[in-house]
């Protein structure tokens, strides 16, 4: 069913606002969780459908999830069983990477599959590391692409050079390393989210975290109880909505703001945006502070601002001058061809940029509104509701039911903020 948003542009955003729960760390505790053995609670989890197809892979493989209420959910770990299905996670690259990590160390066979964009984006990048390990992968349709049917266990330990810096594949071979003979060290080149590694050892794993690379022991997690904090990358529509327009104060509470999270806080600040961090609570809060200007955006910051290009490069489209973001060629493989949706989108919009290579160039003016599509994109659909508050004329978003991906309350968020 594909639904359509309608906005008209807004004078300013004002309150305080609490975010989804982070979707990179939802999605890793439930995994964690059902490693465990007894039972863990979950305070928080993000309620977006991709974290809901986690939750069905894990309860396909035997792990008892209870939702006891809409904001805490309890989960029996222990061992995972052969499944009677298919795994099928929708649209969610982070749970077919994570759950391959998983499958490959299980003495079982088990089919992997997703939506038409998971089916187009590149497999291969978890697949060779994993052989390596010792799995055994058969891609039923394309080289390299879901879906794909693993025949696991009996993996041993690598190390394993990263070719693409991406915080999935490193995710995916930390866990499967949990369930490899030895140790299991991944390097990178650019540092990428750590949330992996974070939660390892804040749960007891056996990781050694070094500058460029991670080293996994095998084990499993003794329950716990956690709580999930908000998703920095959802937080970035507000604080950019914020800095776009005149008069705004906006406080997010309680984001999380780890490692290779908040790059864009980084580039938003060198733009002008007055942005400030309260370290006790972690609350964001953010004040207009007069028109933004263009910066440079360099290839190795990109990693630690992936999903926040295309809303920085609204920011962009309403700064003085020019903003350069260099070296974005793994947007072109994320929930769609982000580099082309963002032109085409918020360029539909009267955003004026133009893609050079792997390089994106914005060109600062004014937004006039217009009819868009997400391409069953959350991150494009709600870039774009952003950008339509600033427009001159209302701006019709349609597929815009792909927010429920990550953030399925933002429209309601968006009123309650708007003035
Ligand atoms: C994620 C890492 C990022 C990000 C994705 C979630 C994660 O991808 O784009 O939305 O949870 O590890 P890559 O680092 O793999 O590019």
Not at 118 to 130: A, T
Not at 203 to 208: Q, W
Request: glycine share 10%; with cysteine.
């Amino acid at each position: 069913m594909t639904a359509e948003l309608e906005l008209n542009p807004s004078s300013l955003l004002t309150g305080d606002i609490n975010v989804p729960g982070d979707k990179s760390i939802s999605h890793r505790i439930l995994i964690l969780a059902s490693l465990a053995n007894g039972v863990s609670t979950i305070h928080d989890l993000n309620e977006g459908q991709d974290v809901k197809h986690t939750i069905d892979i894990l309860s396909s493989l035997g792990i008892q999830i209870t939702e006891n209420d809409s904001k805490t959910l309890t989960v029996r770990g222990g061992s995972l069983k052969e499944p009677n299905e298919n795994l099928y996670v929708g649209n969610s690259g982070t749970s077919i990477r994570l759950m391959s990590g998983i499958l490959a160390g299980m003495p079982f066979s088990t089919t992997l599959d997703g939506d038409g964009s998971i089916r187009k984006r590149p497999m291969g990048r978890i697949i060779e590391p994993l052989e390596k390990m010792g799995a055994v992968i058969e891609c039923l349709e394309n080289d390299g692409m879901a879906p794909f049917r693993i025949d696991g266990g009996d993996l041993k330990g690598i190390e394993y050079h990263m070719e693409v810096p991406s915080a999935q594949v490193k995710g995916c071979l930390m866990l499967a390393g949990l369930f490899a003979q030895g140790q299991t060290t991944i390097v990178e080149n650019v540092p990428t989210r750590a949330h992996t590694e974070e939660m390892f050892e804040e749960l007891g794993l056996e990781v050694e975290i070094n500058d460029n690379s991670v080293t996994v022991k095998p084990g499993r997690p003794d329950s716990f109880t956690y709580q999930v904090m908000g998703d920095p990358s959802q937080a970035a529509f507000w604080v950019v909505g914020a800095a776009i327009l005149e008069g705004s104060k906006v406080s997010i509470k309680n984001v999380y703001t780890g490692r290779e999270r908040t790059g864009f806080i980084d580039v938003l600040k060198r733009m002008g945006a007055d942005i400030t961090q309260d370290p006790l609570a972690n609350d964001l809060h953010v004040s207009f502070s007069g028109k933004l200007v263009g910066t440079v955006v360099e290839e190795k910051e990109i990693p630690g601002l992936i999903d926040e290009v295309p809303i920085l490069a609204v920011a962009a489209a309403c700064a003085e001058g020019e903003t350069h973001f260099k070296g974005l060629g793994e947007l072109r493989v994320k929930e769609s061809n982000r580099l082309e949706t963002i032109v085409s989108e918020i360029g539909s919009m009267g955003m004026n940029a133009e893609i050079s290579g792997d390089d994106l160039i914005v060109k600062g003016g004014k937004l006039t509104g217009g009819k868009v599509n997400s391409h069953g994109d959350h991150r494009i659909a709600m870039s774009c509701a952003v950008a339509a508050l600033v427009s001159a004329e209302p701006t019709v978003i349609s597929g815009w039911e792909a927010v429920s991906t990550s953030y399925p309350d933002f429209a309601a968020d968006l009123e309650r903020l708007r003035k």
